[in-house]
């Protein structure tokens, strides 16, 4: 296990529901991470916190939101998705920086939500 | 398009041989890492490779950063099959502001 749990880890949904993907981590980190994997595609950066501050919002649709309350939790609020958003979600942590420094800290991944939209 | 190349996309492996898969970018990258994913699994970090030219190892993995910091390489030795899976790599420039993945290498052996 590396510290970092989400749940649930599968959820089906049609397009007009709401829905929230919860992801803590056990690790004592300060920045979150969500990221969404396809298939045959890279790995795609949504959100970042650093230290509960978003500094990466990269281009997502507003029909997901993310919130960070602390430094320990991450929540994605999924709402009116489409079939093209089913894909596997996954929450990481690392150390928390300065500025972005975070970015050559390790990351941590979750076991991921499989997410499928109906 | 895509900021971080990585060839082959599959990797058909005999038990026993050595591999080496490769990852590509057009600018100058800050640092590389690479991540190892399981089938069914999570990605999990590697290694992190920052100076030009640097080489690490860790038991059979050999990680090179190029000399012009545009390119690195993973290269397995005598191949096991827990090593199956898919490996990515992520860089990172000033300009990008985070790390960039590239698509991954699905490595498959055949005993």
């Known amino acids: 296990e590396t510290g970092v749990t989400q749940t649930p880890r599968h959820l089906v949904m049609g397009m007009t529901n709401k829905k929230s993907l919860k992801c803590e981590q056990h690790?004592?980190?300060?920045?979150m991470y969500w990221y969404k994997q396809s298939a045959k595609k890279p790995l795609e950066l949504m959100f970042v916190?650093?230290?509960?501050?978003?500094?990466e919002n990269n281009s997502v649709p507003s029909r997901f939101s993310p919130e960070c309350p602390n430094s320990s939790h991450l929540f994605l609020h999924l709402h009116t998705l489409q079939p093209e958003d089913s894909a596997l979600y996954l929450c990481?942590?690392?150390?928390?920086?300065?500025?972005?420094?975070?970015?050559?800290?390790?990351?941590?991944f979750g076991p991921g939500t499989r997410l499928t939209v109906l | 398009g895509q900021q971080v190349m990585q060839i082959p996309q599959y990797q058909h492996v005999q038990e026993g041989e050595d591999f080496t898969t490769y990852c590509n970018s057009s600018?100058?990258?800050?640092?590389i890492q690479w991540y190892k994913q399981r089938p069914g699994g999570h990605p999990v970090f590697l290694i992190q490779l920052v100076k030009s030219g640097e080489v690490k190892k860790q038991k059979r993995l050999t990680f090179q950063f190029g000399e012009a910091k545009k390119n690195s390489s993973l290269h397995i030795t005598a191949t096991q099959t827990t090593d199956v899976g898919t490996y990515f790599c992520?860089?990172?420039?000033?300009?990008?502001?985070?790390?960039?993945f590239g698509a991954g290498t699905q490595v498959v052996v055949t005993p």
């Open positions: 992520a860089g990172l420039t000033d300009s990008w502001g985070k790390l960039q």
């Open positions: 916190y650093n230290f509960k501050e978003q500094t």
């Open positions: 690790l004592g980190h300060n920045a």
């Open positions: 600018t100058t990258l800050s640092n």
């Open positions: 990481a942590s690392s150390q928390g920086s300065s500025g972005r420094d975070y970015n050559y800290n390790e990351q941590f």
